[in-house]
């Protein structure tokens, strides 16, 4: 009697814990839901304001910014600014030359406030244990460091998704284990159905000018605050820039490659002006063109048509391609570290 009694009680008690488990898994889906769209909507597209303000009255001290504040939401506004309808960034010159771009560049960070690194994780683990403690441990009887273990697993998933869908979508590179949450962990998912509709929510969140859609990972609280636009709803106020050929929805490489041919047109409108003006040859005038975009912008200098080694990104050789007419060919990479796209580019510069 009394092995079955104990028997009993460890069956009760295992079918609690099963439906423990099972009651926690939608508590925790809508409060990462709900803890997105708080920081994406009144942080990250508030200008930082709110924060900014909080952050005063706290210390008592000021909050600084290049730009004005030292929380203007991880350069989301300026991130906004710079995307094209197509999900693509910009690198026309009157951008480049603006003071939004200016902002992004000297912020350091090669995803331009695209992916999330571990700062932001750890800041993004601390939001949702506060928001989450308080049912996992007073409703659902978790112990504190169960919770704990619960909310950072939860964040580490949303992180995951989040790394690799934004970033990549903007033709910016992978997200490397060494810089933030792995993107290429869950790039697999990237052809799903799940993924697909979250690319296009987002694309409507950049549609319209990021007043709706601020769930980009777990769909949710657009829905129950009025904020979710369909697709049927955004899509024709698109406006797509002209192309020849669709655009790769994960064109990895892109804005390196687009932001190494517009630096390199800038030089060379330059140095043909300059030839222009002294009479110098077209073919001398390109090879000072070379020059002044490798002195001035830190890249590397290819010749011929094959182009030289470029030395190291990710701990492997990598090679950038670009064709200037009949020319020399040659690049510059715009990152401040020396870092090239993962992948061979052809870059047209004529």
């Not at 601390?126 to 403690?133: E, H, I, T």
Request: charged residues 20%; hydrophobic residues 40%; aromatic residues 8%.
């Amino acid at each position: 009697e009394v092995a079955r009694g104990v028997a009993a009680v460890a069956d009760a008690g295992a079918a609690a814990e099963v439906a423990r488990g099972v009651a926690a898994a939608p508590v925790m889906y809508a409060l990462v839901s709900g803890a997105e769209y708080i920081t994406h909507r009144w942080f990250q597209h508030s200008d930082g304001d709110v924060l900014k303000k909080a952050y005063e009255a706290v210390t008592g001290s000021p909050s600084r910014h290049p730009a004005g504040s030292l929380m203007r939401g991880g350069g989301h506004i300026e991130h906004h600014a710079e995307t094209l309808d197509d999900m693509s960034l910009k690198t026309d010159p009157r951008w480049l030359e603006s003071a939004p771009c200016g902002v992004l560049d000297d912020s350091g960070d090669t995803w331009r406030g695209t992916a999330f690194n571990y700062e932001v994780f750890g800041a993004m683990c601390a939001q949702l244990s506060v928001m989450s403690l308080p049912v996992l441990c007073g409703v659902l009887g978790y112990s504190p460091g169960e919770a704990l273990a619960i909310a950072v697993q939860c964040t580490a998933l949303h992180c995951l998704v989040w790394n690799s869908l934004h970033p990549a979508m903007h033709g910016l590179p992978e997200v490397p284990i060494g810089d933030g949450p792995p993107s290429e962990l869950l790039a697999a998912f990237r052809e799903s159905a799940y993924y697909k509709w979250l690319y296009a929510n987002h694309e409507g969140h950049h549609v319209m000018g990021g007043a709706v859609n601020y769930n980009v990972c777990a769909p949710l609280w657009d829905h129950l605050l009025g904020t979710y636009k369909s697709e049927e709803e955004w899509r024709p106020r698109a406006k797509l820039p002209d192309r020849d050929t669709p655009r790769d929805p994960y064109a990895e490489g892109e804005y390196v490659a687009l932001r190494a041919a517009a630096e390199a047109r800038k030089v060379l409108q330059e140095e043909r002006e300059l030839a222009a003006a002294s009479g110098e040859a077209p073919l001398k005038a390109a090879e000072a063109a070379k020059a002044a975009v490798v002195e001035r912008g830190g890249g590397v200098l290819l010749g011929g048509t094959g182009g030289r080694r470029l030395g190291r990104a990710a701990g492997e050789e990598r090679t950038l391609h670009a064709l200037w007419r009949r020319l020399p060919v040659f690049v510059v990479s715009p990152a401040r570290d020396g870092a090239v796209c993962s992948q061979p580019q052809r870059v047209s510069v004529a």
